[in-house]
């Protein structure tokens, strides 16, 4: 009777990991949601928009974007941490709720790494330390001998606390002994309104939000943040190459899902990914707003989530920033 009972568990296990996998094979069966953890028209909104049709072309399923900003993203990153794990609920993640502000905030009600699973880093950018023409510099090394003559007096904008437009600030500030006084806005679009409107000096922004306004004419860009020059502004130095030797700020946005979300679920959406960041078309989308595509695999993208939250606990203890 044991021995029975044993091999009617098995065929039931067995009956239940066939059906699971079924299920994953026939997945998606429904429009994927994509959370962005930012309000409309910020670089990672735009990037999710970007990539919800191609991948809806991939997975024969429509994707819808729905911004659930608050919190410095965090409302969005928490919403999805705890979503069902059936691959419905995504979100368009970055450098700054994922990385930066588990070190940075008391609490973020989520765990990156046990709590959301990575499908695939998509894009990579720099982001452009830029000033308002009423600044009187022309470069970095003036910036900095004007802000250390005129210290508390350049503010700088960024789209919210602990995100990398708040940190690169920061870290500027360490390496280079000036007080630049931050002041956090509702995500990126509304610091570049201000930075026009001369009420703050100064901004390291996102290069697709900064683009538009360098072609303009209407700020003057200083650097990127990069370790490399970007090509779509292949004249502007480096902040290493202007005397910030080993400075280096490059967000990502990657798509992660919640946590035990079928590992044949996250393959699929993987693939699907990689497939879309092969594509010349894609490519070209994403060199016009100012970012290189990635598309690895959910676990060179852990790997890079991991690397990322050690390196930044230890910037922001260096820096003597303290949680929120």
């Not at 670089?43 to 399923?61: E, F, N, W, Y």
């Not at 630049?180 to 901004?203: E, K, N, S, T, Y």
């Not at 290069?207 to 650097?223: E, F, T, Y």
């Not at 393959?267 to 989308?285: C, H, N, P, W």
């Amino acid at each position: 009777m044991v021995v029975l009972r044993r091999w009617a568990q098995l065929g039931a296990l067995c009956l239940a990991l066939g059906s699971a996998c079924a299920w994953s094979q026939s997945y998606p069966q429904q429009a994927i949601k994509f959370v962005v953890p930012y309000g409309a028209g910020s670089a990672t909104d735009l990037l999710a928009r970007r990539v919800a049709a191609p991948l809806s072309a991939v997975l024969g399923q429509g994707v819808v974007v729905e911004n659930r900003a608050g919190a410095n993203a965090i409302l969005g990153a928490s919403y999805v941490a705890k979503a069902a794990p059936d691959g419905y609920t995504l979100l368009m993640s970055s450098l700054g709720p994922h990385t930066i502000s588990p070190s940075l905030l008391k609490s973020v009600g989520f765990d990156p790494l046990a709590d959301l699973a990575p499908i695939s880093n998509v894009t990579f950018n720099a982001l452009v330390l830029m000033v308002n023409p009423t600044v009187p510099a022309r470069s970095v090394s003036e910036l900095i001998n004007y802000a250390k003559a005129n210290p508390g007096k350049l503010n700088f904008g960024s789209s919210g606390v602990s995100g990398t437009t708040h940190l690169s600030g920061e870290v500027f500030n360490t390496m280079t002994g000036t007080k630049l006084v931050h002041v956090a806005f509702r995500g990126g679009p509304p610091a570049i309104g201000a930075l026009l409107a001369g009420d703050i000096q100064m901004m390291f922004a996102n290069i697709s939000d900064a683009l538009p306004q360098i072609r303009g004419n209407k700020v003057r860009p200083l650097a990127v943040t990069s370790t490399k020059r970007v090509p779509q502004l292949p004249d502007l130095p480096t902040l290493a190459e202007s005397g910030l030797s080993g400075y280096d700020v490059g967000p990502w946005n990657g798509l992660v899902a919640p946590a035990k979300t079928p590992p044949e679920i996250i393959g699929k959406l993987a693939e699907a990914v990689q497939r879309i960041t092969r594509e010349q078309a894609f490519r070209d989308k994403m060199f016009e707003v100012g970012s290189s595509t990635i598309g690895d695999s959910p676990e060179q993208f852990r790997n890079t989530i991991r690397h990322d939250i050690t390196r930044w606990a230890k910037i922001i203890q260096d820096a003597g920033i303290k949680p929120e």
